[in-house]
DNA sequence: CGAGCGGCTGTGGTCGGACCACAGCATAGC
DNA sequence: GCTATGCTGTGGTCCGACCACAGCCGCTCG
């Protein structure tokens, strides 16, 4: 048993006894060295396990801001998962988009019915039309004049991201999130393989408004196959099936 | 920028650049401190971040398999961070049956699509017959008499991952894997609820012969619909669709 | 009396050096 | 030729020190 697991053990015992919990903090490096009866260096080590999960977020400084604070941030340790092990090029391009295809279509389908449901009981829903709303403000932004492929980009992720959010599963859509993140600069590096950015912006924008029609008319089956053509007609006109260029 | 951020940089560039690839080795510790300009100390820290992402694995001693070693090993580090966002309760059981529903449910049926491809076309599929043959072995080995329901979920465990894997999406099924170490305990703990174990077991034998007859034949709706119901089932008979006990 | 400013304190971040345990290997001795 | 022993390089751990940072408190000056 090495020293620095001994730390993750004590804070995930005290995680699961609720004697931590969200926005806590950690005893200092120094502290939970002599608890323990081990050296900082091997406290650090742990820290930064804990860290690299997104179960802490340290700060230096003083006040309650600093130090080792508890948090709960899935994503990034994700995407720093996704990333690397997509650099080790041991996770398949095509393994990606075929995942993301999965889950964007599911929300699509899943989110339609939620509508559908809203308008055949007159739910309430305000979240769902809400979550719509930020939605469909990426879209405006996208269609603004002048926007680089890296800035169109972005707000494209982003627009995925929140569909897959309207289906109000917060694990599918943290892994959708870290999938883009993952990708995002493999993406761009795929631009100059299209043959026109400019029609392929286009075609994108008519994609994203007919996706977004069908969620909010609930029709289920049609959101989920336009949105398996979309990502696969992007990825397909990249030339992104592979991970080496 | 934290120091040992620049190794993980440099080590993701070395990755994604072919100059460290799977089974290679990172340079020594002390080496990679002095290349960049940095203490040992942070050298370690990133380390520890790598080996805790499943990347590298480290073992002391000389020789070939001794050092940091790059490994790929995603699943481990995906159950350690469901695990742990489990415990913060930001992760409800329920978004979690649901998202077994789907990785299970569409790889059931891709799999089922390989084996009707394969009858087609006479290609060849020996890795896909192995593969299904390792997961009939795991069913022959849930019908031995005796069996405490941690073994036996332990081998159903084994069996869904095995599915999970007839698809040949890695990620996918690393996902899978994960999720399924991260809810074991959870699982284990519910048992109790059950009204009757061994006609439970019983009743999941036989689902599981039927999922697996399915996707031999090629019957991806069926296989699909089977492995929905076979989950869902279960969840609802331990009545395991909330986090809190 | 009040407001502003400057140390004080506690936090993580970094460093250098030291020693240990371990595993392989080369070499000296049998 | 074979065995055993020490050498070497690896990660594992520790110590003590110093730095940068941010909040807090008390002092000083207007």
Redesign the interface.
């Known amino acids: 048993m090495k020293n620095?697991e001994l730390v993750l053990q004590q804070v995930?015992a005290d995680?699961?006894a609720g004697r931590l919990?969200?926005g806590g903090r950690l005893p200092g490096e120094r502290a939970l060295a002599e608890q323990l009866g081990i050296s900082r260096?091997s406290v650090?080590?742990?820290v930064?396990?804990l860290e690299?999960?997104?179960?802490v977020r340290t700060a230096t400084g003083s006040g309650p801001e600093a130090g080792a604070v508890?948090v709960?941030e899935?994503s990034a340790?994700?995407t720093?998962?996704?990333?690397?092990?997509l650099?080790?090029?041991?996770?398949?391009m095509h393994?990606?988009v075929?995942?993301r295809v999965?889950?964007e279509s599911?929300s699509a389908q899943e989110a339609a019915g939620l509508f559908a449901e809203k308008a055949r009981h007159e739910v309430a829903g305000e979240d769902l039309v809400a979550k719509l709303a930020v939605a469909e403000e990426l879209l405006e932004r996208m269609d603004g004049e002048g926007l680089s492929p890296e800035e169109f980009h972005l707000l494209d992720a982003e627009f995925h991201v929140a569909l897959a959010g309207l289906a109000g599963?917060?694990?599918?859509a943290a892994?959708m999130g870290s999938l883009r993140s993952a990708i995002h600069g493999y993406v761009l590096a795929a631009v100059p393989n299209l043959p026109n950015w400019d029609a392929t912006a286009i075609g994108l924008r008519t994609e994203h408004r007919a996706i977004v029609a069908a969620i909010r008319d609930g029709q289920g089956d049609d959101a989920a196959r336009l949105v398996t053509e979309h990502i696969e007609g992007f990825y397909r006109a990249a030339r992104l099936s592979s991970p080496t260029w």
Chains 1, 2 share one sequence.
């Not at 720093?80 to 092990?85: F, V």
């Not at 650099?87 to 398949?92: D, E, K, W, Y």
């Open positions: 620095y995930e995680l699961a919990r969200l260096p650090r080590e742990a930064r396990v690299a999960l997104g179960v508890i709960a899935p340790p994700l720093a998962l996704l990333r690397l092990h650099a080790t090029s041991h996770l398949p393994d990606i075929q995942t999965l889950l599911w599963n917060v694990l599918i892994v």
